[in-house]
């Protein structure tokens, strides 16, 4: 499974307008919607699991990343999305720090084994201190494709 695979590039959000956790959430199932990740009706329904899902445990694992996830009905195909804030968001995170680069991962309920592999592909990249670094640079659409190409390329290698 690669990056680009399940990740919708013009979702991508090279800069945030929400500046709190939930406004995040919702700025970013609303850009999946858009694109035609998420049927317009479900979206709301979408959003909500997504919160409810980030009230039980936090999704902020430090280091500047959150990696806000949920399996949903309404969700047929898997979609992903990366969005940045560079003012930071409060996720509460592991290490208390603010949030600059947010992840959202949907996927079907239907679909619990490839949920796991992308939420582990995603990991290990967000592992990796380069890739965080480049990532909260990334101002561009375009520059969060070529790091996911990019990342899809190292792990093959």
């Given at each position: 499974m690669k990056l680009i695979d399940f990740f919708v590039i013009d979702a991508c959000i090279p800069e945030l307008t929400a500046t709190d956790r939930n406004g995040v959430i919702r700025e970013m199932v609303?850009?999946?919607?858009e694109c035609g990740a998420i049927d317009e009706a479900e979206k709301e329904a979408v959003a909500r699991a997504c919160i409810a899902r980030e009230n039980h445990?936090?999704?902020?694992?430090g280091k500047g990343v959150a990696v806000p996830h949920v399996k949903h009905p309404a969700i047929k195909k898997m979609a992903a999305a990366i969005a940045r804030s560079t003012v930071g968001?409060?996720?509460?995170?592991?290490?208390?720090?603010?949030?600059?680069?947010i992840v959202l991962l949907l996927s079907s309920d239907s679909e619990p084994d490839n949920h796991l592999?992308?939420?582990?592909?995603?990991?290990?990249?967000?592992?990796?201190?380069?890739?965080?670094?480049?990532?909260?640079?990334?101002d561009t659409t375009e520059a969060m494709r070529d790091l996911i190409i990019e990342a899809d390329e190292m792990q093959e290698s």
């Open positions: 609303d850009k999946l919607s445990g936090s999704t902020g694992f968001v409060d996720f509460a995170a592991l290490d208390r720090a603010p949030v600059y680069t592999a992308a939420m582990e592909r995603i990991f290990r990249h967000l592992q990796r201190d380069n890739f965080r670094r480049f990532l909260r640079q990334a």
